[in-house]
Antibody, heavy 116, light 107 residues
Framework: QVQLVQSGSELKKPGSTVKVSCKAS????????LNWVRQAPGQGLQWMGW????????AYAQGFTGRFVFSLDTSVSTTYLQISGLKAEDTAVYYC?????????WGRGALVTVSS | YVLTQPPSVSVAPAETARITCGGN??????VHWYQQRPGQAPVLVIS???DRPSGIPERFSGSNFGNTATLTISRVEAGDEADYYC???????????FGTGTKVTVL
């Protein structure tokens, strides 16, 4: 079955670090780039950037540089989003989505809540 | 690159809903549309302006000319109630942009 399975919800304190995973199955992992999309509570979709699953090269959207890191482990067909120095405004659902044109496959999302 | 959508569209069952996505010369770009039901991940409903992915009903169609792209939902059903987002790739900034989103309410 073609799918992206994301890790579960996280509750983190301000200033800490979180790592969200996205495991692909049912297709050739290195044939499609993977994107990260943020959705804050009650808000719209915001593209964070993407990672080339063949080369491992990431590209970050404006506003998502510095504290945000995309990485890969091709041996387990998984991409990761790490956010350091968490702030309250990072509270959101983080989606991974497959695609280099349209986003034809999405994970269910991982809720990250930042609260003291 | 700013993509502007109406915040909400209300439509009666069996009628037609039209959701616009405005952007500077958007007609020169490829536009994709996503449906997001409450509590769920987005789903691609129209790609490359007017292509329907497998499994998407024929009731969903798209067009893109000039400064406006349009998603049209014909014979609206209760299950179409959702938020809809347009998306483009901007070659100048190498950046994807999503529209502001439109909530479709079925009366």
């Amino acid at each position: 079955q073609v799918q992206l399975v994301q890790s579960g919800s996280e509750l983190k304190k301000p200033g800490s670090t979180v790592k969200v995973s996205c495991k692909a199955s049912g297709y050739t992992f290195t044939s499609h780039s993977l994107n990260w999309v943020r959705q804050a509570p009650g808000q719209g979709l915001q593209w964070m950037g993407w990672i080339n699953t063949d080369t491992g090269s990431p590209a970050y959207a404006q506003g998502f540089t510095g504290r945000f890191v995309f990485s890969l482990d091709t041996s387990v067909s998984t991409t990761y989003l790490q956010i350091s120095g968490l702030k309250a405004e990072d509270t959101a659902v983080y989606y991974c989505a497959r695609g280099g044109g349209n986003f034809d496959l999405w994970g269910r999302g991982a809720l990250v809540t930042v609260s003291s | 690159y700013v993509l502007t959508q109406p915040p909400s569209v209300s439509v009666a069952p069996a009628e037609t809903a039209r959701i616009t996505c405005g952007g500077n010369n958007i007609g020169s770009k490829s536009v994709h549309w996503y449906q997001q039901r409450p509590g769920q991940a987005p789903v691609l409903v129209i790609s490359y302006n007017s292509d329907r992915p497998s499994g998407i009903p024929e009731r969903f169609s798209g067009s893109n000319f000039g400064n406006t792209a349009t998603l049209t939902i014909s014979r609206v059903e209760a299950g179409d109630e959702a938020d809809y987002y347009c998306q483009v790739w901007d070659t100048d900034t190498s950046h994807y942009f999503f529209g502001t989103g439109t909530k479709v309410t079925v009366l």
